[in-house]
């Protein structure tokens, strides 16, 4: 098992440029979720996907759109890049347990410079 | 709402020495309370979990008590090693276990 994979690694934009992240998990997890780190705020919530075909706002979701494109896959879009936009990205995916806890695995993120 | 506040760093600590890295949280109902650790250049890896109050999670040293009446998981080892230096998140989920709320983090750093 790859676990969670996110592509690319590293990424410089400047401003106005779009990309997009992608993310994949074989897990075969329902729920997906996109995050992003900045220093001293923690991981912020962008959007979730609580099962293919579905996605909800997070925290934080202006300037981005998402697609859950399968089961698999949940990709991140960056319209239009802008400098507030630099951060560290990380896509997770939700495993559901018999217990009383769910537990989310994380991608090694993507690291976006938006000059 | 849900939130967590976790103790400031960055924390500078001589191998073997004891760790304490507090966490508070604000939830409503009865969340489950998490612990994870970021190596350089990697993503998140759970840690510990405690899913009710008075609950002790624990893994590799490790220790973090669930105390409901002070809304604390204050993160806990006796002997910290150089290998320990990472960041910690304290997190928490919602009853519906769908939704994660995280600190903001806190370095560690453990010299030889």
């Known amino acids: 098992n790859a676990g969670v994979t996110q592509t690319p690694k590293f990424q410089v934009l400047k401003t106005g440029q779009s990309m997009t992240l992608q993310c994949a998990q074989d897990m075969n997890h329902n729920s997906m979720y996109w995050y992003r780190q900045d220093p001293g705020m923690g991981l912020r919530l962008i959007y979730y996907s609580a099962s293919e075909g579905t996605t909800d706002k997070g925290e934080v979701p202006n300037g981005y759109n998402v697609s859950r494109l399968n089961k698999r896959e949940f990709s991140l879009r960056l319209e239009s890049a802008a400098p507030s936009q630099t951060s560290v990205y990380f896509c997770?995916?939700?495993?559901?347990?018999?217990?009383?806890?769910?537990?989310?695995?994380f991608g090694p993120g993507t690291r976006l410079t938006v000059l | 709402g849900n939130s967590v506040t976790q103790m400031e760093g960055p924390v500078t600590l001589s191998e073997e020495a004891f760790l304490t890295i507090n966490c508070t949280y604000t939830?409503?109902?009865?969340?489950?309370l998490f612990w994870y650790v970021q190596y350089p250049g990697e993503g998140l890896q759970l840690l510990l979990k405690a899913t009710k109050a008075d609950d002790k999670g624990s893994n590799k040293g490790f220790e973090a008590t669930y105390r409901k009446e002070t809304t604390s998981f204050h993160l806990e080892k006796g002997s910290v090693q150089v290998s320990d230096s990472a960041v910690y998140f304290c997190a928490l989920s919602d009853e519906s276990g769908n939704q994660f709320y995280f600190g903001t983090g806190t370095s560690l750093t453990v010299i030889p």
């Open positions: 997770a995916s939700l495993k559901r347990t018999l217990l009383s806890y769910n537990e989310q695995f």
């Open positions: 939830a409503t109902g009865y969340p489950s």
